[in-house]
């Protein structure tokens, strides 16, 4: 019986001798909240079709290679302009008709204005001659002919004043006339001079230095010569390289955790990955879907950092961000394995005298492999995976 029971123990001592346990341990924890985010230019102007009257599509002609590095005023894009250039024509041909027109009217005016000048001068002649004739006192002329000569110079009179009121109305209609013509000379004028400034806005130009960065559409396209774009489309984005900064994506669970001011690690990625230090300067006021297709919400939060002398960044690279939020100097950690997690509830397994049992334990933190407990366990404690 004794020979049985020593075997039994033996078996039983083997059997926990060869469990794998792990010792609750006391360590200094950072609590991190990890995002992504793409790097970006402090400063941007962004480059789309330029306003031009009844036109809605345009299509490019020239387009600056991307990543190219432009000074204000140089060319960006240059959108097509023959429909604007038909217009021109059309109006251009329009305002040299109203030009001649003018040019004859003001000649028809002038004859016309000769021609009734001319008309009050004779009539005045006449005016006088027959006012000289009745005024004549001559006894040896009949009554019939003094009357006569009264009637002359009576309707001298009205002729002179009828030529006299026709050069006045014509004057003042001359006015009026050239008024018009000159206006619609001015209109078409003006016309042609915005069909111009419109042909000359289809060039687009850079408002600023910096690098050419071209802008995808809806569908992930971007722009190349010969497409065409709506307008208020946006096709390139002109960036300050030398003005960075990191627009990062916080989860909305991590949003509470997120705050102005903290220090953060920045690891963009590339063919050597870059590591970098920042702050976080500024937060997005609303929540927003991260992406189309990826309905997660998310706001946004800008990064600020040194940008480095000797390593070239370029807006549009990703990175991916660390931010400690928390340092617990004194945590009780295990690892992920050693713990059970169900409901939201966890449990360890304890070694016991005869058997082992499940003891609940309270989770603070789960980070990655490392679970932070908050109460259940002391420093010490052995555990069995």
Not at 39 to 56: D, G
Not at 238 to 265: D, T
Request: hydrophobic share 40%; net charge positive.
């Amino acid at each position: 019986m004794n020979k049985y029971c020593a075997i039994i123990l033996l078996v039983f001592l083997s059997a926990c001798e060869s469990a794998p346990t792990e010792t609750v341990k006391l360590e200094k924890v950072q609590l991190v909240v990890t995002a992504s985010g793409e790097l970006e230019s402090k400063q941007t102007a962004m480059i789309a079709p330029p306003s031009v009257s009844r036109m809605w599509q345009y299509q490019i002609k020239q387009l600056t290679p991307e990543n190219t590095r432009v000074k204000k005023g140089q060319m960006i894009v240059a959108f097509d302009s023959k429909k604007v250039m038909d217009r021109l024509i059309d109006k251009q041909a329009d305002l040299e008709r109203a030009q001649k027109e003018l040019e004859n009217k003001k000649i028809k005016e002038t004859e016309s204005e000769q021609e009734l000048v001319l008309n009050v001068a004779e009539k005045k002649m006449e005016y006088e001659k027959t006012q000289r004739k009745a005024d004549i006192i001559d006894n040896s002329r009949s009554e019939n002919d003094r009357r006569k000569s009264v009637i002359d110079f009576t309707i001298a009179e009205n002729d002179l004043f009828l030529a006299k009121e026709k050069l006045k109305f014509h004057l003042n209609n001359k006015v009026l006339n050239l008024k018009l013509a000159k206006g619609k000379v001015n209109r078409l004028t003006a016309d042609v001079n915005d069909f111009k400034k419109d042909i000359e806005r289809l060039k687009v130009k850079a408002p600023i230095d910096g690098m050419v960065i071209y802008r995808a559409n809806w569908q992930g396209e971007k722009p190349a010569v010969g497409e065409s774009v709506q307008f208020g489309q946006p096709i390139v984005e002109l960036a300050v390289i030398e003005q960075m900064q990191l627009k990062a994506q916080i989860s909305e669970p991590e949003s509470g955790k997120i705050k102005l001011n903290q220090k953060v690690k920045i690891m963009i990625d590339g063919t050597q990955e870059i590591v970098l230090q920042g702050e976080i300067v500024e937060l997005g006021r609303v929540f927003r879907d991260k992406s189309s297709q990826d309905k997660r919400r998310v706001f946004d939060a800008i990064i600020a950092f040194a940008q480095p002398k000797d390593i070239v960044i370029r807006p549009g690279m990703t990175a991916r961000i660390e931010v400690v939020t928390q340092v617990i100097n004194n945590a009780l950690t295990l690892s992920s394995q050693a713990i059970k997690l169900e409901n939201g509830k966890g449990s360890v397994r304890m070694t016991g005298v005869f058997s082992d049992h499940m003891l609940p334990v309270d989770v603070a933190h789960i980070l990655g492999d490392k679970v932070v407990i908050k109460s259940g366990l002391s420093h010490g404690d052995v555990v069995v995976l």
